[in-house]
Each structure stands twice: as structure tokens, then as C-alpha cells.
């Protein structure tokens, strides 16, 4: 198992922003992918942005969020600029162990409010 632990969320208005953190642990972690998604009340789980030798996001979140992970610390982060009311969810990260955009292990979900 690859423990991981969200934090950062809040309450924020609208055009504000916060930081994501997601820690890890486990030997193998910087080798992992990893992913953050995000569940608004009544949808389904969404892909938000993943890190591998490169990263990637949602159309939705292209140009105001940025994905980084600093190795030495186990951790990735999730920048949210911008953020509107839609961006309003529980956020989770994920491990990825083979890269291959299957990921095995999920964080327990953190909540992001945006206000208008």
C-alpha cells in the first residue's frame, strides 16, 4: 500500500487560490505517476491533472492549475489559480505505479469551496 494524504483544501472566493499537497510514503513512490481528480457533488470523479516525465490536465483547469511533486519530500502539489465556483469539490490523489494512467492507490479526498 501506498498511504497518501491530502491536505490543503478550504474555502476560497472566487479568483482566488489555494495549494494542494498530497504526502506519500513508501520507497518506490518517486518512481509512481501520480494524478489528482476531483468529485463535485452529483457528478462523476474527474480526471484534473497528472504528472509523470510530463504532465497533464483537463481542459477545464488548463492554464490556471499546475502539477509538481518534489521527490525529496514525497509530496505533489496541486496549484489552483483562477478558481471559479464550478472548480467547487472533493479533490483526491493518486498513485500510478506503472504509469500507465490505472491508478491503484487513492488519498482520502480534500474539499475545495469557491464562492462567487
Known amino acids: 500500500q501506498v498511504p497518501l494524504v491530502e491536505s490543503g483544501g478550504g474555502l476560497v472566493q472566487a479568483g482566488g487560490s489555494l495549494r494542494l499537497s498530497c504526502a506519500a510514503s513508501?520507497?518506490?513512490?518517486?518512481?509512481?505517476?501520480m494524478g489528482w481528480f476531483r468529485q463535485a457533488p452529483g457528478k462523476e470523479r474527474e480526471f484534473v491533472a497528472a504528472?509523470?516525465?510530463?504532465?497533464y490536465y483537463a481542459d477545464s483547469v488548463k492554464g490556471r492549475f499546475t502539477i509538481s511533486r518534489d521527490t525529496a519530500k514525497n509530496t505533489v502539489y496541486l496549484q489552483m489559480n483562477s478558481l471559479k465556483p464550478e472548480d467547487t469539490a472533493v479533490y483526491y490523489c493518486?498513485?500510478?505505479?506503472?504509469?500507465?494512467?490505472?491508478?491503484?492507490?487513492w488519498g482520502q479526498g480534500t474539499q475545495v469551496t469557491v464562492s462567487s
Open positions: 513508501g520507497r518506490t513512490f518517486s518512481r509512481y505517476a
Open positions: 493518486a498513485a500510478d505505479p506503472e504509469s500507465d494512467f490505472v491508478y491503484d492507490y
Open positions: 504528472i509523470t516525465w510530463t504532465t
